[in-house]
C-alpha cells in the first residue's frame, strides 16, 4: 500500500472558507477605520473654523450679528453672543458638519467699560510680552 500526500478536495475548501473570512474581517476593519478617519478631519476642520471665529470676535473683526455663514466643504458657522454677568458676556460659536453634527466653542470676554457705558470703545491694546 502506498501512502499518498496531499490535500483532499474538502480540506482546500475549509482553508478557502477560513482565509476568505479572515480576509473579510481585515477589509471590515480597514473600512472601520477608514470612516473613523474622515469623522475626525471633519471634526478637526470643525473645530479649527470655531477657533478661527472666535478668535476674530475677540479682536473685533468679526461681526457677531451676522446670520449663518457658509464654509468650504459644505460647513456653515454661526456666531451668537450674549450677556452672562455684569462685565462679562459668552460668545459662542456653533459649527455645523456636513454629516448633520455640530461643535459648540463658548467662551467669556469681558466687556469694557465704555461699552457698557454705551460710549465707543475704544481698539483692544496690542498684547504686550509676558517677559
Known amino acids: 500500500m502506498t501512502s499518498q500526500r496531499g490535500l483532499t478536495l474538502l480540506e482546500v475548501l475549509v482553508a478557502l472558507v477560513v482565509l476568505s473570512l479572515v480576509?473579510?474581517?481585515?477589509?471590515?476593519?480597514?473600512?472601520?477605520?477608514?470612516?473613523?478617519?474622515?469623522?475626525?478631519?471633519?471634526?478637526?476642520?470643525?473645530?479649527?473654523?470655531?477657533?478661527?471665529?472666535?478668535?476674530?470676535?475677540?479682536?473685533?473683526?468679526?461681526?457677531?450679528?451676522?446670520?449663518?455663514?457658509?464654509?468650504?466643504?459644505?460647513?456653515?458657522?454661526?456666531?451668537?453672543?450674549?450677556?452672562?454677568?455684569?462685565?462679562?458676556?459668552?460668545?459662542?460659536?456653533?459649527v455645523f458638519l456636513p454629516g448633520g453634527s455640530r461643535f459648540d466653542l463658548a467662551q467669556l470676554t469681558r466687556v469694557e467699560r465704555a461699552a457698557q457705558s454705551g460710549a465707543p470703545a475704544a481698539p483692544p491694546a496690542p498684547p504686550t510680552e509676558p517677559w
Open 23 to 94: 480576509g473579510l474581517s481585515y477589509l471590515q476593519l480597514l473600512h472601520g477605520s477608514h470612516q473613523l478617519i474622515a469623522a475626525s478631519r471633519h471634526w478637526s476642520e470643525a473645530v479649527i473654523y470655531a477657533e478661527d471665529a472666535m478668535e476674530r470676535a475677540k479682536l473685533g473683526t468679526l461681526s457677531l450679528q451676522a446670520p449663518t455663514e457658509s464654509l468650504p466643504g459644505g460647513f456653515q458657522r454661526r456666531i451668537t453672543t450674549g450677556p452672562f454677568q455684569p462685565g462679562l458676556r459668552v460668545i459662542t460659536v456653533t
